[in-house]
């Protein structure tokens, strides 16, 4: 449904007007981190010309090599955040433990969680990649903040978004009624409704997978892909299409546009490893945004919100989407156990 052309403010406002759904230091957190993402999306768009490009010759927590962008945008939202009043600590993919933010600033009740440049493989061929944030309440009863804080079930989420640095920037936020999203208007230098109420259709013809890891597939993942790939002819009665970003803010944003179904599933490359993408900054607010419009995520057999996580990086398979394709493929893993 596209909206009247309101700002990201006025939205939370009134959003915080309705039964108190955004107390104001949480309007305030979300402002910072939309700020944040503003400059993000800068430093993206000058590319080569902001001498962002490239590697930064150092390695994360994830063993992946960082980009300068990765450590750019996480130096932004670290700094955004931490002398608010909002925070009480910061959680990211790009630093190996809890960020508490300094005893200089007023501590505040909320933790945050992102991925700052997901994607980040694709940013030197410059294509679409974006911030994931979550936000969670500190648990009362105890002073300061630890890992374990952080380590709540995707249901417990009090906001969770992504902005896409695209053709568009655009900001992707759920607060638990529905999804919005804000377009940035770079003329006026800020983030502008452009869409509310976000709804998946329950069925679609498009799969979102990468096929290069067909040999490695558990026997759920082939059947539901084999069938899909059978057209017409085959079980499903109907061609499918396949789309692969390589991008995960890019292939959810076209999910919520437009409706699909995503997967990064466990393979026998790594047995012990459940996945590829991590549950706390990127599965969780995903699964979030994607149930709030109606889709549903699950990790092949269980609801990825219900999910107790046991470590801040820990990894997860995760199949989003269309709530009818979702519900097909972890049928599928069901009748498999
Ligand atoms: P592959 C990006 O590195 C990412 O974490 C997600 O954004 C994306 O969906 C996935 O990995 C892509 O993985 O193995 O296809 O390169």
Redesign the pocket.
Known sequence: MTAKKISLTRYLVEEQRVDDRIPAQLRLLIEVVARACKSISHAVNKGALGGVLGSAESENVQGEVQKKLDIIANEVLIEANEWGGHLAAMGSEEMDSIYVVPNRYPQGEYLLLFDPL????NIDVNVSIGTIFSVLRKPEGHPGVTEEDFLQAGAKQVAAGYCIYGPQTTLVLTVGDGVAMFTLDREQGSFVLTQENVRIPEDTKEFAI?MSNMRHWDAPVKRYVDECLAGKEGPRGKDFNMR?I????A?VHRILTRGGIFM?PWDKREPGKPG??RLMY?ANPMSWLVEQAGGAATNGRERILDLQPKALHERVSVVLGSKNEVERVTQYHLEAR
């Open positions: 997901d994607g980040s493989s990468n692969w390589a991008s995960m803010v292939d990064y590829k993408l990127e």
